[in-house]
Nanobody, 119 residues
């Protein structure tokens, strides 16, 4: 199992920046995939950015070129640097981790952190 604790959300004006942090309760070397999803009111949860299979990164189309995912292995923490924020980036951002368990896998989610971008 893994516990995920997010921090760094808040209110920012359009064009501004925020950095989210997600601290894992175990070494991120033992985590198969880790990153961020978001969910806006009335919409489905969508991919923001994730590390998979080690160092491979995947970004959602709407954030490419503006958001950057990074990690600090020593702190078991993944970060999401969000630049050039837009009102449509307003959502609850969830940290995500996938652990391989036998022949399958388990998904874990943080409690979520609110990001609000004002126009």
């Amino acid at each position: 199992q893994v516990q995920l604790v997010e921090s760094g959300g808040g209110l920012v004006q359009a064009g501004g920046s925020l950095r989210l942090s997600c601290a894992a309760s175990r070494s991120i070397f033992s985590i198969n995939a880790m990153g961020w999803y978001r969910q806006a009111p009335g919409k489905q949860r969508e991919l923001v950015a994730v590390f998979t299979s080690g160092s491979i990164t995947n970004y959602g189309d709407s954030v490419k070129g503006r958001f950057t995912i990074s990690r600090d292995n020593a702190k078991n923490t993944v970060y999401l640097q969000m630049n050039s924020l837009k009102p449509e980036d307003t959502a609850v951002y969830y940290c995500y981790a996938r652990l391989l368990v036998g022949l399958g896998d388990n998904d874990y989610w943080g409690q979520g952190t609110q990001v609000t971008v004002s126009s």
